[in-house]
């Protein structure tokens, strides 16, 4: 039994390896990428611990090297669905039951795992399976999930300490309990990093999950899975069921022990999912909780007063890092006319010395884009551009899937601030720019703030503080991440908790006490020490004379 209060560790952001040239990381890594290659594997449904071949497989490819095969990933059918939500229940007691230190214990040893021996097996993973080059897989799947698994459990502590207030007469306690029944987490392919985040934090809660990872990034995941089990994760506390979208939503959400879904995906998805809540909203034990980050179309504003390299600088790797493939991806820049000329030089410049190519090449800057789905979408928005009368590439354009699906970093400029590219989200490495007159810079603000329906990301630049103030005021509602003098990606988990709102989510903040908290249902308990035996007050009426 325990008889004092525990105390996590204050985290601190796991520190960025640069992968220098001799460098012993350097070398780990390049060897976990000849060894991943070499073979491949057979990736099974995991459900209660039980690994399952179901026959019914997909296959996860490099993207930059289309015909190369890494694994062949077995598919959960409905028979699969409603193993994983018995598996689920059947672990529930224990997990909820299980002292909270014990829980904790399991998720930073997975950390430090992952700051270590399974640092090189996760970045490499995908690094194929996603084509992200090796900066951008080590902030996500190592220093960002080491974040989360870190960062998670030091909040859970703040919010298990966050009592109310007692008196002499009673003692008021507040109970965090898990929700009553199990959470699905259907997760994205574009970050490792989420995909093991969403089952994870609601587990750490106490919390049972049906993990649906996306099609493109099993292979990543599933080495997720792994980690967590040689972290010591019991059995059916996170149970992993690749497969059909639909179908499984379907079998999942018509169970009346549904408690709640983490997501990160498409707008329509999340919307289509909510309806089918809310179609059967009278079979749930409880209401559900639904947490969800959606799309966006993210924008960068500047003003006159700026520093060009910076702005230039920003709008390069807000766009073009990860091929554009970031829910936070800058999509759409407001450039006013008098500084056009000087910035367009220099985006031109800079956008022809990028490097494109395979993601395991250290020198790449960016790889291929995740399908040939995916391919053929980003080129038809560049084609569309091509064709318009309203619009100009001035930078880039060139697709080629013949070895892998590659998508030259585009940028097109338009005279239209409605145009297709800059009010559609693309999810691929296009921008699209819009000039305005500098004189209507508060009707430009006024478009950047109305013309799309999303709201999760955004940037502002100025060196004038009382224009940056005005821009803040006009945009308040445009991006629950709003970054002034940057580019509006890479949110760090402690110090930029993420998420938005209007079609871009739910804004539940991944990354922060506010997130893990929907994943609680809180139970106040209150104890009298001396209860009345009385019902009368002792209050007394005045009476007349």
Same mark, same amino acid.
């Given at each position: 039994?325990?008889?004092?209060?525990?105390?996590?560790?204050?985290?601190?952001?796991?520190?960025?390896?640069?992968?220098?040239?001799?460098?012993?990381?350097?070398?780990?890594?390049?060897?976990?990428?000849?060894?991943?290659?070499?073979?491949?594997?057979?990736?099974?449904?995991?459900?209660?611990?039980?690994? @399952?071949?179901?026959?019914?497989?997909?296959?996860?490819?490099?993207?930059?090297?289309?015909?190369?095969?890494? /694994?062949?990933?077995?598919?959960?059918?409905?028979?699969?669905?409603?193993?994983?939500?018995?598996?689920?229940?059947?672990?529930?007691?224990?997990? &909820?039951?299980?002292?909270?230190?014990?829980?904790?214990?399991?998720?930073?040893?997975? /950390?430090?795992?992952? &700051?270590?021996?399974?640092?090189?097996?996760?970045?490499?993973?995908?690094?194929?399976?996603?084509?992200?080059?090796?900066?951008?897989?080590?902030?996500?799947?190592?220093?960002?999930?080491?974040?989360?698994?870190?960062?998670?459990?030091?909040?859970?502590?703040?919010?298990?300490?966050?009592?109310? @207030?007692?008196?002499?007469?009673?003692?008021?306690?507040?109970?965090?309990?898990?929700?009553?029944?199990?959470?699905?987490?259907?997760?994205?392919?574009?970050?490792?990093?989420?995909?093991?985040?969403?089952?994870?934090?609601?587990?750490?809660?106490?919390?049972?999950?049906?993990?649906?990872?996306?099609?493109?990034?099993?292979?990543?995941?599933?080495?997720?899975?792994?980690?967590?089990?040689?972290?010591?994760?019991?059995?059916?506390?996170?149970?992993?069921?690749?497969?059909?979208?639909?179908?499984?939503?379907?079998?999942?959400?018509?169970?009346?022990?549904?408690?709640?879904?983490?997501?990160?995906?498409?707008?329509?998805?999340?919307?289509?999912?909510?309806?089918?809540?809310?179609?059967?909203?009278?079979?749930?034990?409880?209401?559900?909780?639904?947490?969800?980050?959606?799309?966006?179309?993210?924008? @960068?504003?500047?003003?006159?007063?700026?520093?060009?390299?910076?702005? /230039?600088?920003?709008?390069?790797?807000?766009?073009?890092?990860?091929?554009?493939?970031?829910?936070?991806? &800058?999509?759409?820049?407001?450039?006013?006319?008098? @500084?056009?000329?000087?910035?367009?030089?220099?985006?031109?410049?800079?956008?022809?010395?990028?490097?494109?190519?395979?993601?395991?090449?250290?020198?790449?800057?960016?790889?291929?884009?995740?399908?040939?789905?995916?391919?053929?979408?980003?080129?038809?928005?560049?084609?569309?551009?091509?064709?318009?009368?309203?619009?100009?590439?001035? &930078?880039?354009?060139?697709?080629?899937?013949?070895?892998?699906?590659?998508?030259?970093?585009?940028?097109?400029?338009?005279?239209?601030?409605?145009?297709?590219?800059?009010?559609?989200?693309?999810?691929?490495?296009?921008?699209?720019?819009?000039?305005?007159?500098?004189?209507?810079?508060?009707?430009?603000?006024?478009?950047?703030?109305?013309?799309?329906?999303?709201?999760?990301?955004?940037?502002?630049?100025?060196?004038?503080?009382?224009?940056?103030?005005?821009?803040?005021?006009?945009?308040?509602?445009?991006?629950?991440?709003?970054?002034?003098?940057?580019?509006?990606?890479?949110?760090?988990?402690?110090?930029?908790?993420?998420?938005?709102?209007?079609?871009?989510?739910?804004?539940?903040?991944?990354?922060?006490?506010?997130?893990?908290?929907?994943?609680?249902?809180?139970?106040?308990?209150?104890?009298?020490?001396?209860?009345?035996?009385?019902?009368?007050?002792?209050?007394?009426?005045?009476?007349?004379?």
């Amino acid at each position: 039994m325990s008889n004092a209060y525990f105390k996590v560790k204050k985290p601190q952001n796991e520190p960025i390896l640069f992968y220098e040239i001799g460098s012993p990381e350097r070398t780990a890594l390049k060897g976990k990428l000849k060894e991943l290659k070499e073979k491949s594997i057979e990736i099974p449904v995991i459900i209660g611990g039980e690994e @399952i071949y179901t026959g019914n497989t997909g296959e996860c490819v490099i993207p930059h090297n289309k015909e190369h095969k890494l /694994a062949t990933y077995h598919m959960a059918g409905e028979e699969e669905v409603q193993k994983a939500i018995e598996a689920a229940a059947k672990a529930k007691k224990e997990w &909820a039951e299980m002292p909270w230190q014990h829980r904790a214990s399991i998720f930073l040893k997975a /950390a430090e795992l992952l &700051a270590g021996p399974w640092r090189a097996t996760l970045n490499a993973a995908t690094m194929l399976g996603q084509s992200k080059t090796v900066y951008q897989a080590e902030i996500d799947s190592a220093c960002e999930l080491i974040d989360f698994l870190r960062f998670n459990t030091y909040f859970m502590t703040e919010i298990y300490n966050d009592q109310p @207030i007692s008196t002499n007469e009673s003692w008021n306690r507040l109970e965090y309990r898990p929700l009553e029944g199990f959470v699905f987490a259907v997760t994205p392919f574009n970050f490792t990093a989420i995909g093991g985040n969403l089952p994870i934090a609601p587990a750490l809660m106490g919390n049972t999950v049906v993990w649906k990872p996306s099609g493109t990034a099993v292979y990543s995941n599933y080495f997720v899975m792994k980690l967590l089990k040689e972290a010591g994760l019991p059995d059916g506390v996170i149970n992993f069921i690749p497969g059909s979208g639909s179908m499984i939503g379907n079998e999942v959400f018509k169970n009346e022990d549904f408690a709640g879904v983490h997501f990160t995906g498409s707008t329509a998805v999340f919307n289509t999912m909510w309806k089918t809540i809310g179609e059967n909203i009278d079979r749930y034990k409880t209401y559900p909780k639904i947490v969800g980050e959606t799309g966006g179309k993210d924008f @960068i504003f500047a003003h006159k007063n700026v520093k060009i390299n910076q702005l /230039a600088t920003a709008m390069i790797r807000g766009a073009f890092e990860y091929q554009g493939q970031k829910c936070s991806a &800058a999509s759409r820049v407001y450039i006013p006319k008098s @500084i056009w000329s000087d910035l367009k030089d220099k985006l031109i410049q800079e956008v022809a010395t990028i490097k494109m190519g395979n993601a395991e090449d250290f020198d790449s800057f960016m790889a291929a884009v995740i399908d040939q789905k995916a391919f053929d979408r980003v080129k038809g928005y560049i084609e569309y551009a091509k064709d318009a009368d309203d619009a100009d590439i001035i &930078a880039g354009g060139g697709c080629d899937d013949s070895v892998g699906y590659f998508v030259e970093p585009t940028i097109i400029l338009t005279t239209n601030p409605h145009f297709k590219t800059i009010k559609e989200e693309i999810f691929g490495p296009v921008l699209t720019v819009y000039l305005y007159d500098d004189e209507d810079f508060e009707e430009a603000l006024k478009i950047c703030n109305e013309s799309t329906p999303y709201g999760l990301t955004g940037s502002i630049f100025s060196q004038d503080r009382s224009v940056l103030i005005k821009m803040e005021k006009a945009l308040g509602q445009a991006a629950g991440n709003f970054y002034i003098n940057d580019k509006p990606t890479g949110a760090v988990v402690g110090q930029q908790p993420f998420g938005g709102a209007r079609a871009s989510g739910t804004n539940d903040k991944a990354g922060s006490k506010l997130n893990l908290l929907r994943w609680t249902s809180p139970r106040v308990i209150k104890e009298t020490f001396c209860a009345p035996e009385d019902y009368r007050y002792s209050f007394k009426e005045e009476t007349c004379d």
